[in-house]
């Protein structure tokens, strides 16, 4: 699955909370300053392009968008892409390059391994 650039997650982010968008109701969803219409249009052809947003097409200028992926889907692929990326696949290699950045507390370990002992 395609890493996002921060404009393509915001659009993103806009259709996972707000559902199907046309290219106006985006636009208007969107934070910041209001962007051009063809700018939003080609970042959701992009998106499309990459299976992560879909269409259907109201009347022949008129098209409706939605995400095609879940947020959490998205959010797994990109988790599981690292890990192979970065620590050939180890999931242990990962959790343990956390744990000693100092990310992860071994408080947060312990509910971590209840977590998964308890599924």
Known sequence: MKKL???????????????EQSIRDLIGNLPGPAAHFNTISTYVRRLEMHGMVCHKE????????????????????????????????SYMGFISNLVKEHDVSVDELKELIRMVEEE
């Open 58 to 89: 109201l009347s022949p200028k008129f098209y409706m968008y939605d995400a095609a992926v879940t947020r959490d889907q998205y959010i797994n692929a990109i988790h599981k892409e690292n890990v192979n990326r970065f620590f050939g696949g």
């Open 5 to 19: 650039t921060d404009k393509e997650l915001a659009i993103m982010e806009v259709l996972w909370e707000h559902g």
